[in-house]
C-alpha cells in the first residue's frame, strides 16, 4: 500500500479547520487528482478530521492523513504520512514528538500504513515555519544536502520542499531532485494557477494544492492537468 505514493503526480490538500462546500468537495474528488491528503498546521481537532474523511470517503480514490496532531489521529485512513521536519532548530519537529507518539500509541500504530516525510521549510514567515524554527534561508546546495542527507541517513521514502504560501524557487527545488536518486520529492507552496503548477510539475515528482482550493477553486482544478501533462525534466 505504501507503493501508491510512487504513482502520484498531484494531490489535493485538504486542511479540516477550513469549511469546504459538498459541491466544491465533489468537484476536488472527481478532478482527477492522484489522492486527497488531510491536514494542516492549527486547529485540526479529531472531529474536524473524522468529519473530513467521511466526507471525501464518498469518492473512489485515496484518502491519506498528514500527521500534525497525536489527539487527531483518526483510524480509516489509507496511509498515515508522519512529518519529520529536517531543517527544524528544535529537534521536538524532528523526532522529539515522533518518540512521544511511540511511547503513548506504539502498541496501536499501524506501522505497515505509515510513510514517513522529510520536511525543508523555506517560508520562515508561514506557521510551520515560525512553530519548528525552521532554518528557512537555504541555499539551493544546503538544501540538496538535507534532502540527501534525509534520503540516504534516514531512508526517507519522501522529501518534502515546502514553502507554505508562497510559490518556491525552482532552482532550488531543481537541485533537491537532482540530488535524489530513491526519495520521492514532493513540492507544495505558492501554487496559484496552472502554470505555477506546471513549473512545480517540471522539477518535483508530486506537486500538492492546498491554499488555492479555497481561495480559487477554478483555477485549483486546472492544476489537475497542468500537472498530470507534464513531464518531470530530466538532469
Request: hydrophobic share 45%; charged share 20%; with cysteine.
Amino acid at each position: 500500500m505504501k507503493s501508491m505514493i510512487n504513482t502520484w503526480r498531484h494531490v489535493f490538500k485538504l486542511d479540516p479547520d477550513r469549511m469546504i462546500a459538498d459541491d466544491q468537495l465533489e468537484a476536488v474528488c472527481l478532478s482527477g487528482t492522484d489522492a486527497i491528503m488531510i491536514g494542516g498546521s492549527s486547529g485540526v481537532t479529531y472531529d474536524n478530521t473524522v468529519d473530513l474523511m467521511s466526507r471525501v470517503r464518498q469518492y473512489e480514490l485515496p484518502c491519506v492523513l498528514e500527521v500534525s496532531d497525536l489527539e487527531a489521529v483518526v483510524p480509516g485512513f489509507d496511509l498515515y504520512l508522519i512529518p519529520m521536519v529536517l531543517n527544524a532548530a528544535d529537534p521536538t519537529w524532528l523526532i522529539g514528538r515522533h518518540s512521544e507518539a511511540v511511547e503513548r500509541y506504539g502498541y496501536l500504530i499501524p506501522w505497515e500504513m505509515v510513510v514517513p516525510e522529510g520536511y525543508i521549510i523555506l517560508n520562515p514567515e508561514s506557521t510551520a515555519g515560525r512553530v519548528t524554527r525552521a532554518d528557512a534561508g537555504l541555499s539551493a546546495s544546503r538544501a540538496a544536502a538535507y534532502g540527501q542527507a534525509g534520503e540516504r541517513l534516514m531512508s526517507l521514502p519522501v522529501i518534502y520542499v515546502e514553502y507554505s504560501g508562497k510559490f518556491g524557487d525552482m532552482e532550488l527545488v531543481a537541485e533537491v531532485k537532482r540530488s535524489l536518486d530513491q526519495s520521492r520529492l514532493f513540492y507544495g507552496g505558492g501554487i496559484a494557477d496552472a502554470a505555477t503548477a506546471a513549473q512545480a510539475a517540471a522539477v518535483s515528482d508530486t506537486v500538492i494544492v492546498g491554499n488555492l482550493i479555497y481561495s480559487d477553486l477554478d483555477q485549483a482544478l486546472s492544476t489537475v492537468q497542468a500537472v498530470k501533462g507534464n513531464p518531470v525534466q530530466q538532469g
